[in-house]
Nanobody, 125 residues
Framework: QVQLVESGGGLVQAGGSLRLTCAAS????????MGWFRQAPEKERDFVAAIECSVGTTYSAYSVTGRFTISRDNVKNTVYLQMNSLKPEDTAIYYC??????????????????WGQGTQVAVSS
């Protein structure tokens, strides 16, 4: 069993930055692929970014490319989402997700087996 705990959310002005952290416990490590998703009120959960196990290949949604960066520390079993140049439309609950092994459809939430409880990000204009 894998447990994921997100932190680092908060309120920030447009143009500001936040770094989200996802701490994993259980059997995760470099053998698991990790992803970040977000869900705004009354909207579906959308893909944000992902990082493959082992080789560390990264993927990101078009809306955040160039602004958000996903990274991982396999020693600490932690995944980060560095968010720069934040916009009001980035406001959402951000969720961390994990999948054993490599990703196939990295942007699909059903690809992932484990989820955290989420952390709120609010960006004011």
């Amino acid at each position: 069993q894998v447990q994921l705990v997100e932190s680092g959310g908060g309120l920030v002005q447009a143009g500001g930055s936040l770094r989200l952290t996802c701490a994993a416990s259980g059997r995760t490590g470099s053998s698991d692929s990790m992803g970040w998703f977000r869900q705004a009120p009354e909207k579906e959960r959308d893909f944000v970014a992902a990082i493959e196990c082992s080789v560390g290949t990264t993927y990101s949604a078009y809306s955040v490319t160039g602004r958000f960066t996903i990274s991982r520390d396999n020693v600490k079993n932690t995944v980060y989402l560095q968010m720069n140049s934040l916009k009001p439309e980035d406001t959402a609950i951000y969720y961390c997700a994990a999948k054993p092994g490599y990703l196939i459809y990295y942007a699909r939430s059903r690809e992932y087996n484990y989820w955290g409880q989420g952390t709120q990000v609010a960006v004011s204009s």
